[in-house]
């Protein structure tokens, strides 16, 4: 069974190259069909991933789960997720991301459906843990086929329209929960993106492909021309699937830069998920908003990141590569839009609303510059691997801010009321901005691996 498992997820083999007057066409062909599914299956990994937060409330108040019990939910998955993006990257660099990407949507949408039909909290506890787990088989796979079909030159570029990805499927999962949750119950929170799923999970397996080279084309830096000084000295060697040493130790755990970002990454991913997270239960309790306007938030906060995150991704192409740099100017607005969030009184949430469009707008292109590092820093046969690294210290950085969170809201809002425990949050959440761009500030320099 164990051989046969390998034998169907292993990478597709290279086949005989094709005539060359059929290379550029299809070439064209394949390098929209990847963008393509690869951007359309992250985004309904999202709408299986990001449904939760929309309806945390609600489920608390039908199943009596308090702010901790929801914390703890949303740490143990965030917990689940790094673990299995960086288990799942490891994997997908020598799998068929085509299989690979496919078998991880569809088994979330199955959990998903699991999770709206019980009411136990611990069975709730483990099933988005579990969930979490598999969503690890969504971005390491994207990364690898990416890698393969999109140069050096290209890269900044194309991964920031490929990130938008994140943006859609994020605020689709916000909208499309509070809709299923007013209209049908809580639920249907899970249902439809649950569906939603095992449709998408269809139709990745009939777009997706592996690498040029398994349909008779020739490497992506020598059909653009585009070598690293690397490549230049010692040919094509990345094309050779690594070995677990040189996956791990050399590629990976020797690479101080990475390790940076790494740290540098979990700070980021605290600024991150807080909103998305909590935003619409903080908006709910303290800035009297809607079940509605909460999910509205959550869509403002993704879409206010799609032109910063294509402008961002392009400007760090004209800088060289310099993501690091880039990512640090971004985090500095986000000090004073968080201020902002704290000293607007209840009454006002237009300019709550405001303060959250430039959250999503800034705190995007680090978090996809960051996961793009990992392909700069090491051979793109290990990207799936380091970007697992990069994503699972974000998402130890996620577990601490949904854990501590709820505590303390639970905690100090017992001691000091609710408004003291919210405010321990957002300082919390300014305390972890200051220290993302203090890492940040050692990574100014770093450029693609020559």
């Not at 990416?146 to 916000?174: C, D, K, P, Q």
């Not at 095992?198 to 040029?212: E, F, Q």
């Not at 000084?229 to 791990?248: I, N, V």
């Amino acid at each position: 069974m164990l051989d046969w498992i390998k034998k169907f997820y292993a990478p597709a083999p290279h086949i005989d190259r094709i005539a060359e007057d059929k290379i550029a066409k299809t070439y064209t062909r394949y390098r929209w069909s990847t963008m393509e599914s690869t951007f359309m299956g992250y985004v309904m990994f999202y709408l299986v991933r990001n449904n939760l937060s929309t309806v945390s409330k609600d489920i608390g108040s039908a199943l009596s789960y308090d702010h901790n019990m929801i914390g703890n939910i949303l740490a143990l998955s965030a917990i689940a997720y790094g673990l299995g993006k960086f288990f799942m990257g490891s994997l997908s660099d020598r799998s068929d991301p085509r299989k690979f990407m496919a078998t991880g949507l569809l088994l979330s949408g199955l959990v998903n459906f699991a999770f709206g039909g019980m009411e136990v909290y611990w069975i709730h506890l483990l099933l988005w843990s579990l969930n979490g787990f598999i969503q690890g088989m969504g971005w390491p796979p994207c990364g690898r086929s990416l890698g393969h079909w999109y140069s050096l030159r290209e890269r900044g570029s194309m991964f920031a329209i490929w990130n938008v990805a994140t943006n859609v499927g994020g605020g689709l999962a916000g909208i499309m929960a509070a809709y299923a949750a007013s209209s049908f119950g809580w639920q249907a929170a899970f249902y439809f993106p649950g569906t939603i799923a095992l449709l998408g999970s269809a139709y990745l397996y009939w777009r997706l492909r592996d690498t040029p080279q398994s349909l008779g084309l020739p490497p992506i830096e020598e059909y653009k021309n585009d070598y690293s000084e690397l490549e230049k000295k010692e040919g094509l060697k990345h094309e050779e699937e690594l070995s677990t040493r040189a996956l791990f130790i050399d590629n990976i755990l020797k690479n101080k830069m990475l390790w940076i970002v790494a740290i540098a990454n979990f700070f980021v991913y605290i600024v991150r998920y807080s909103m998305l997270d909590w935003g619409p239960m903080y908006l709910r309790e303290m800035k009297g908003a809607t079940l509605m306007s909460g999910g509205v938030a959550i869509l403002f906060i993704e879409f206010g990141a799609i032109p910063s995150t294509l402008l961002m991704g392009w400007l760090s192409d004209r800088l060289g590569g310099r993501r690091g740099m880039v990512s640090l100017l971004c985090m500095i607005p986000i000090l004073f839009a968080f201020y902002g969030l704290y000293a607007n009184p209840p009454g006002n949430l237009n300019f709550d609303m405001a303060m959250l469009v430039i959250i999503g707008f800034f705190i995007y292109p680090p978090v996809m510059l960051l996961a793009l590092s990992g392909l700069d820093l090491t051979s793109k046969k290990a990207v799936g691997t380091a970007a697992g690294f990069i994503g699972l210290f974000g998402y130890i950085g996620r577990s601490v801010q949904a854990k501590g969170f709820g505590w303390m809201v639970d905690h100090y809002g017992e001691l000091y009321g609710l408004e003291t425990g919210w405010n321990f949050v957002i300082f919390s959440i300014l305390a972890s901005t200051v220290m993302g761009i203090i890492l940040l500030a050692f990574t100014w320099k770093i450029k693609p691996r020559a």
